[in-house]
């Protein structure tokens, strides 16, 4: 069974910065593709830096040249690493990950979401 467990979330002033972490466990073949998205109350999640299947990055206009996405194919683990933080980047951030692996008595490729992680941009 796939499992992403975030770490790394919590209360930032802003300008500050914070090193988010996905760890994967329970697969059989992780893809290349790996995506973080943001979630506040009330809102939508909303995609905000990705790594696409040909390795480039890729990110949302609100967090260009401030956030930054890496994996470590070593430690199966992928990273959100977030410099000059605004109070507009608090939600709780969640990876979600293209595995392979057993699901439902069968072996396929499915996207997977992790729990999620507090991020609070406050002064």
């Known amino acids: 069974q796939v499992q992403l467990v975030e770490s790394g979330g919590g209360l930032v002033q802003p300008g500050g910065s914070l090193r988010l972490s996905c760890a994967a466990s329970g697969f059989i073949y992780m893809g290349t593709t790996v995506e973080w998205y943001r979630q506040d109350p009330g809102n939508q999640r909303e995609k905000v830096a990705a790594?696409?299947?040909?390795?480039?990055?890729d990110y949302a206009d609100s967090v260009k040249g401030r956030f930054t996405i890496s994996r470590d194919n070593g430690q199966n683990t992928a990273y959100l690493e977030m410099n000059n933080l605004k109070p507009e980047d608090t939600g709780v951030y969640y990876c979600?990950?293209?595995?392979?692996?057993?699901?439902?008595?069968?072996?396929?490729?499915?996207?997977?979401w992790g729990q999620g992680t507090q991020v609070t941009v406050s002064s």
């Open positions: 979600k990950w293209l595995a392979y692996a057993v699901y439902a008595g069968s072996t396929s490729w499915r996207d997977y």
């Open positions: 790594i696409l299947r040909d390795g480039r990055p």
